[in-house]
């Protein structure tokens, strides 16, 4: 059974930092490009970081980038994000999605290339 499960999520003041991990199963997860995406009330879901399967390659959204770190342990099937000088706009519910085996279509920031997803986890960030 293909399973996706983020954890790590919760509240925490501006400035402060997080780390979501996603944990996977039924699938080798060392095939697959590996997405973190939220959703805000009211908003669009946002690609806002990814790793690709062969090489290891790491996307940004502008929005985050030199704040958010993505790495992923193969050995452990461990998808991480790792979040830093959290702001108010960065509360959302966040995913990780997952698509393979050996996809090399599309961005990996792009959410319709995915078919895996987990449920989130809510990360909440107070001014």
């Known amino acids: 059974q293909v399973q996706v499960v983020e954890s790590g999520g919760g509240r925490v003041q501006a400035g402060g930092s997080l780390r979501l991990s996603c944990t996977v199963s039924g699938f080798r997860f060392e095939y697959y490009t590996m997405g973190w995406f939220r959703q805000a009330p009211g908003k669009e879901r946002e690609g806002i970081s990814c790793i690709t399967w062969n090489g290891g390659d790491t996307y940004y959204a502008g929005s985050v980038k030199d704040r958010f770190t993505i790495s992923r342990d193969n050995a452990a099937n461990t998808l991480t994000l790792q979040m830093n000088s959290l702001k108010s706009e960065d509360t959302a519910m966040y995913y990780c999605?997952?698509?393979?085996?050996?996809?090399?279509?599309?961005?990996?920031?792009?959410?319709?290339?995915?078919?895996?997803w987990g449920q989130g986890t809510q990360v909440t960030v107070s001014s």
């Open positions: 999605a997952a698509k393979g085996p050996r996809y090399t279509g599309g961005h990996c920031l792009d959410d319709a290339m995915y078919n895996t």
